[in-house]
């Protein structure tokens, strides 16, 4: 069972930029699409975009001029740039796999306040 | 964008019983729906793909169903640990969307 986890800072300031990384343990990054969810406190779950193993990505429009997503299959990690961040992306950020088209294994998820 | 609507937003129900949820898209997604359940502090958890296909391991009282624009998630006897928080999501286009959640208590 291939199993992911969430890494990065914890707290971010104000028009900074919030960067996290999955890991990924128990198989490869494989011909599988890799994907980046978020939920605010209390609220539902957004998705942010995803990530094929040769570098391709779709974005959500309404974020896609602050992400960057990246992937180093070297590393079995890819990763999440989200650019001039507000209070309004404090979130769990879960980072999971795209099995066809549904997300079959998540990572537990990593709090990310923006706050100054 | 493609909108996903939960009804209801919550259900109260029992050890027993049978508890229906419905998902509603604003466009047709034929059978691009996933089903996830999420308990607090956790990651969501895949029930069902295709609309239908129950994902390995996941018990039988979990039944789903719909296609086009309505959907609906059956859990036929509600056991203590299905308690949660219960999502759709369509997969039929970017971006893909969730519905807002139900969560389903005591």
């Known amino acids: 069972q291939v199993q992911l986890q969430e890494s990065g800072p914890g707290l971010v300031k104000p028009s900074e930029t919030l960067s996290l990384t999955c890991t990924v343990s128990?198989?490869?990054?494989?011909?599988?699409?890799w994907t980046w969810i978020r939920q605010p406190a209390g609220k539902g779950l957004e998705w942010i975009g995803r990530?094929?193993?040769?570098?391709?990505?779709n974005y959500n429009p309404s974020l896609k001029n602050r992400v960057t997503m990246s992937i180093d299959t070297s590393k079995n990690q890819f990763s999440l740039n989200l650019r001039s961040v507000t209070a309004a992306d404090t979130a769990v950020y879960f980072c999971?796999?795209?099995?066809?088209?549904?997300?079959?294994?998540w990572g537990q998820g990593a709090l990310v306040t923006v706050s100054s | 964008d493609i909108q996903m609507t939960q009804s209801p937003s919550s259900v109260s129900a029992s050890v027993g019983d049978r508890v229906t949820i419905t998902c509603r898209a604003s466009?047709?997604?034929?059978?691009?729906l996933v089903w996830y359940q999420q308990k607090p502090g956790k990651a969501p958890k895949l029930l069902i793909y295709?609309?239908?296909s129950l994902q390995s391991g996941v018990p039988s009282r979990f039944s789903g169903s719909g296609s086009g624009t309505d959907f609906t998630l059956t859990i036929s006897s509600l056991q203590p640990e299905d308690f949660a928080t219960y999502y759709c999501?369509?997969?039929?286009?970017?971006?893909?969307?969730f519905g807002q959640g139900t969560k389903v208590e005591i």
């Open positions: 999971a796999r795209v099995s066809i088209y549904y997300f079959d294994n």
């Open positions: 128990g198989g490869s990054l494989g011909s599988y699409y």
């Open positions: 990530i094929y193993t040769s570098g391709g990505t």
């Open positions: 466009q047709g997604i034929s059978s691009w």
């Open positions: 295709d609309a239908s």
């Open positions: 999501q369509q997969a039929h286009s970017f971006p893909r969307t």
